[in-house]
Each structure stands twice: as structure tokens, then as C-alpha cells.
């Protein structure tokens, strides 16, 4: 069966980075895209960005872009995020979803707090 | 960038009831390219429909979504308890970005 198992909860201060992987099984790795999708605490979902599993291409989210870098493992089937600098309004679940147009599975999330 | 919105914020109904969510485009999502996800509280969001009107591996036939270039619906025939919960909208066209309407809550009346 499909699953995607993101890392544990993180604490970091403000101006510091971030880095949250996602680790796949139960398909083929390089068939798919992985999106990055956040949710701050009583809010929506905010799609971050995308990278392709086959070529490691990418697209951001205008908002983020300088600041985060999307890259994949094909040996260990394992997708990263990297949010530099961070501030407290980057504070929300993290999410890593299968990508082939509509996100069909999801992580469980990472829940990152920025806070000094 | 194409904006979502959907509509009600809140849907207040019971269950049996019918439910019907709206989600409008600022330009016209090609090839139907909208998809609607469930999330519920604590939990990742969960593929309720994609093509604006295919329904996802498992998904009861309850659901079922239609519309077309700016307009979309989501509509669920005979609400059940654990169906309660939050409703987005989605756009994966040909170009970046994706964006997400920013959501219905469906409650217990």
C-alpha cells in the first residue's frame, strides 16, 4: 500500500532553517511528482511548491521562492524540504503528498514551530 | 494566479440532509483540473474527487462533483456523521501554481 512517513516535529528559532523529508513506499518512486502543501494553525492549505521524482525539476510558490529547496533521494525513495530563514508565520503542519495532478496520498505532517 | 472561492464558509445541516459546496475560479481551470479533499480535524487531507467529477480509489458514491470552467459543485447526496468536516477546492492546471479555495465547514446542525 501506499505511504509517505514524514519526519517528527521541529523547534526552531527564528532566522534558522528547517528541513523535513517524507519517505515513500508501496509505488514506484520516480513515476510521481511530491508537492509540498502547509497549514498554519486554524487556517487553509497553502500548496509551497512541487518536484518532479523522475528529474528532480521543481516549481515554487512565488512566495516562497529564495527561501525553500525541494530535493528527492531516488536511492532511499525520500523527498526533502528545506525552509530557510525562518519566521514565526512559517509556524504550521507540513504536509508531502503524492503528485499526479490531484495529491491522492498524503503524509501525516510535521509539525514545525518557530518561536524565540 | 487563479483564486478559489468557495462558498458557504459554514454549512450548518443534519444528517440525511443533502449538502452542496461551491467553488468559483477567477478564470476558467482547464480540462476540469479541480479536485475536492476532506480534512478533518488532526488529520492530513483525504482525495474526495479529481477531473472535477471522478471520485478517488474508495470514495462512496455519496459524493460526487460536477461543473466546468469557473463553476464547480460538491455535492453530498445523504450527509453520514463522519462526513462532518471541512471541504477544499483545488486547481492543478497546466500551470503553476496549485491553489486551494479556502474551505467550507460542514457541520451538525
Known amino acids: 500500500q501506499v505511504q509517505l512517513v514524514q519526519s517528527g516535529a521541529e523547534v526552531k528559532k527564528p532566522g534558522a532553517s528547517v528541513k523535513v523529508s517524507c519517505k515513500a513506499s508501496?509505488?514506484?518512486?520516480?513515476?510521481?511528482?511530491i508537492s509540498w502543501v502547509r497549514q498554519a494553525p486554524g487556517q487553509g492549505l497553502e500548496w509551497m511548491g512541487w518536484i518532479s521524482a523522475y528529474n528532480g525539476n521543481t516549481n515554487y510558490a512565488q512566495k516562497l521562492q529564495g527561501r525553500v529547496t525541494m530535493t528527492t533521494d531516488t536511492s532511499t525513495s525520500t523527498a526533502y524540504m528545506e525552509l530557510r530563514s525562518l519566521r514565526s508565520d512559517d509556524t504550521a503542519v507540513y504536509y508531502c503528498?503524492?503528485?499526479?495532478?490531484?495529491?491522492?496520498?498524503w503524509g501525516q505532517g510535521t509539525l514545525v514551530t518557530v518561536s524565540s | 494566479e487563479i483564486v478559489l472561492t468557495q462558498s458557504p464558509g459554514t454549512l450548518s445541516l443534519s444528517p440525511g440532509e443533502r449538502a452542496t459546496l461551491s467553488c468559483r475560479a477567477s478564470?476558467?481551470?482547464?480540462?476540469?483540473?479541480l479536485a475536492w479533499y476532506q480534512q478533518k480535524p488532526g488529520q492530513a487531507p483525504r482525495l474526495l474527487i479529481y477531473g472535477a467529477s471522478s471520485r478517488a480509489t474508495g470514495i462512496p458514491d455519496r459524493f460526487s462533483g460536477s461543473g466546468s470552467g469557473t463553476d464547480f459543485t460538491l455535492t453530498i447526496s445523504r450527509l453520514e456523521p463522519e462526513d462532518f468536516a471541512v471541504y477544499y477546492c483545488q486547481q492543478y492546471g497546466s500551470s503553476p501554481p496549485d491553489t486551494f479555495g479556502q474551505g467550507t465547514k460542514l457541520e451538525i446542525k
Open positions: 503528498a503524492r503528485d499526479k495532478g490531484p495529491k491522492d496520498y
Open positions: 478564470q476558467s481551470v482547464s480540462s476540469s483540473y
Open positions: 508501496g509505488y514506484t518512486f520516480t513515476s510521481y511528482g
